[in-house]
T-cell receptor, first 109, second 114 residues
Framework: GQNIDQPTEMTATEGAIVQINCTYQ??????LFWYQQHAGEAPTFLSY??LDGLEEKGRFSSFLSRSKGYSYLLLKELQMKDSASYLC??????????WGAGTKLIIKP | NAGVTQTPKFRVLKTGQSMTLLCAQD?????MYWYRQDPGMGLRLIHY???????AKGEVPDGYNVSRLKKQNFLLGLESAAPSQTSVYFC?????????????FGPGTRLTVL
């Protein structure tokens, strides 16, 4: 079966750095996405990785290791508005997105 | 440019009632999707469409039907609602199914079935 694992919840302090991990086992791989979802709102796109390595976009970076079936999202200089759920999703061999359950990130002052 | 819109935003149904959720996008996207999101679970694909006049089943299609008569619209129907269909429903669209096209989501419909 297809499986994506992420921690259920994480807590971090404003101004700090946090790393959210995602491991996956899917039938095929055509890329990995990270989305942000604030409570009561729709998911919005953050990043996309298809090759191994680090992609940086402002305060957010995403890393991928295809051989390990592993990705992480790194958030720097945390702000209160970063409190949200972060969803990891893998595009499988049928070009369907398989979604993790999401990691709820709580930012404390 | 409204992006992806969904109507209604909220709905309460009684068991056995029917309803239709409407999704509309103005980005000329080919692919459209209906997901449900339940607490503690990832988004689960109900049905999807790869173009006008086509539909296909996703991971959890039972109890739902869809139609895509116009490219910009994707309708999700519940013929006889059940409490297990209480959920938040999201519509999404993308230009193609391939990477790296991101999916754009509507604001969601919160459905409660009593």
């Amino acid at each position: 079966g297809q499986n994506i694992d992420q921690p259920t919840e994480m807590t971090a302090t404003e101004g700090a750095i946090v790393q959210i991990n995602c491991t996956y086992q899917t039938s095929g791989f055509n890329g990995l996405f990270w989305y942000q979802q604030h409570a009561g709102e729709a998911p919005t796109f953050l990043s996309y990785n298809v090759l191994d390595g680090l992609e940086e976009k402002g305060r957010f970076s995403s890393f991928l290791s295809r051989s390990k079936g592993y990705s992480y999202l790194l958030l720097k200089e945390l702000q209160m508005k970063d409190s949200a759920s972060y969803l990891c999703a893998v595009l499988d061999s049928n070009y369907q997105l398989i979604w993790g359950a999401g990691t709820k990130l709580i930012i404390k002052p | 440019n409204a992006g992806v819109t969904q109507t209604p935003k909220f709905r309460v149904l009684k068991t056995g009632q029917s309803m239709t959720l409407l999704c509309a996008q103005d980005m000329n996207h080919e692919y459209m999707y209906w997901y449900r999101q339940d607490p503690g679970m990832g988004l689960r694909l109900i049905h999807y469409s790869v173009g006008e006049g086509t539909t296909a089943k996703g991971e959890v299609p039972d109890g739902y039907n869809v139609s895509r008569l116009k490219k910009q619209n994707f309708l999700l129907g519940l013929e006889s609602a059940a409490p297990s269909q209480t959920s938040v429903y999201f519509c999404a669209s993308t230009l193609t199914s391939g990477s790296p096209d991101e999916q754009f989501f509507g604001p969601g419909t919160r459905l409660t079935v009593l």
